[in-house]
């Protein structure tokens, strides 16, 4: 049990490593350098789409999991006796956690998708700015 509490501990953690960097990057100044500096490491990697793939894997739940727990407090006005049972019966689900988990996986696709194409707009305009 303590293997699976530390190995979840240190996957949190790189996961919300990988978010606060992801988002420095995104939005500190100066962002051309910071954008191709970081695709020139991804790109030196012995397997460049795995560490990509996983970095933004990271990310995304990183992001998913903020705005479940914002979506979680916000449908706090969904009644406890809305549950949804299980294929077995046991476990109740309340309804407000399916709401929250749906709205935390599409919002969380969506602002890492905009948050690269508002970094990438930024580097244009920056490289445009320093001819």
């Given at each position: ?20 960097h ?12 910071l ?9 030196s ?20 999991y903020c705005i479940?727990?914002?979506m979680?407090?916000?449908v ?10 299980s ?17 935390a ?5 969506w ?14 305009i920056e ?5």
């Amino acid at each position: 049990m303590s293997a699976k509490l530390v190995f979840l501990t240190l996957f949190s953690w790189i996961c919300a490593g990988c978010t606060v960097h992801f988002f420095w990057q995104c939005l500190r100044p100066p962002h051309r350098l910071l954008w191709d500096r970081r695709q020139e490491f991804l790109a030196s990697a012995p397997k460049p789409k795995f560490r990509h793939y996983a970095y933004f894997v990271c990310v995304w739940i990183g992001v998913g999991y903020c705005i479940f727990r914002g979506m979680e407090e916000t449908v706090q006005w969904v009644p406890r006796s809305w549950v949804q049972y299980s294929e077995d019966g046991d476990d109740p689900i309340w309804r407000g956690d399916v709401l929250a988990s749906t709205a935390a996986f599409f919002a969380s696709l969506w602002l890492v998708g905009e948050m690269e194409k508002f970094a990438k707009k930024l580097a244009d305009i920056e490289k445009s700015l320093n001819r």
